[in-house]
């Protein structure tokens, strides 16, 4: 708040950067969760820690959903990573809701959908919604939207579609 005053008094007419916005004990609470989301969550045991940790860190997860060692979920984004229920997320992981231009984009995995073992999901240019019931192949690079049903491999990836949603 104090450097907000500042920045205005120095700066007038120029809109304030978004550091300049947090207080000090937002700057704390965010280094709290940077430190949580990347280096606890990812090296817990068990499912049920990882899965409550990265909760706290402020991430929707869904009920009966497992998420692998080594996962990072973007802590900058907290609020922009929506994972619903029954979701299968693999080891090591890449979730990446900015790109080259510093847009924060929204990252949505749908109800029952596999991600395969160093897969990356990263939203350079817009929102990512993976569908209900689609599969990720191992190591794939995902930067588009994949439909309900679809499989995508490839980096980047190749949507093949037409998947028996039984």
Same mark, same amino acid.
């Given at each position: 708040? /104090?450097? +907000?005053?500042? #920045?205005? /008094?120095? =700066?007038?007419? +120029?809109?304030?950067? #978004?550091?300049?916005?947090?207080?000090?004990?937002? +700057?704390? /609470?965010? @280094?709290?969760?940077?430190?949580?989301?990347?280096?606890?969550?990812?090296?817990?045991?068990?499912?049920?820690? *990882?899965?409550?940790?990265?909760?706290?860190?402020?991430?929707?997860?869904?009920?009966?959903?497992?998420?692998?060692?080594?996962?990072? @979920?973007?802590?900058?984004? =907290?609020?922009?990573?929506?994972?619903?229920?029954?979701?299968?997320?693999? #080891?090591?992981? #890449?979730?990446?809701?900015?790109?080259? =231009?510093?847009? =924060?984009?929204?990252?949505?995995? *749908? *109800?029952?959908?596999?991600?395969?073992? *160093?897969?990356?999901?990263?939203?350079?240019?817009?929102?990512?919604?993976?569908?209900?019931?689609?599969?990720?192949?191992?190591?794939?690079?995902?930067?588009?939207?994949?439909?309900?049903?679809?499989?995508?491999?490839?980096?980047?990836?190749?949507?093949?579609?037409?998947?028996? /949603?039984?």
């Amino acid at each position: 708040m /104090l450097l +907000e005053i500042y #920045y205005k /008094l120095k =700066h007038p007419g +120029e809109p304030v950067p #978004y550091y300049y916005k947090r207080s000090i004990i937002g +700057e704390l /609470l965010h @280094l709290a969760r940077k430190f949580v989301c990347q280096n606890i969550a990812p090296n817990c045991v068990t499912n049920f820690m *990882r899965v409550t940790l990265y909760r706290l860190c402020g991430i929707k997860i869904g009920k009966g959903t497992f998420i692998g060692m080594k996962c990072y @979920l973007d802590d900058l984004c =907290h609020d922009k990573i929506v994972i619903e229920d029954n979701v299968i997320i693999s #080891y090591g992981v #890449y979730f990446s809701c900015h790109g080259y =231009h510093q847009d =924060h984009n929204k990252i949505v995995i *749908r *109800r029952g959908a596999y991600i395969g073992m *160093r897969a990356s999901l990263i939203a350079p240019k817009g929102d990512i919604e993976i569908g209900e019931k689609a599969v990720i192949g191992a190591n794939t690079l995902v930067n588009k939207s994949v439909p309900q049903g679809s499989t995508a491999v490839g980096v980047p990836c190749r949507i093949i579609p037409n998947q028996s /949603l039984d």
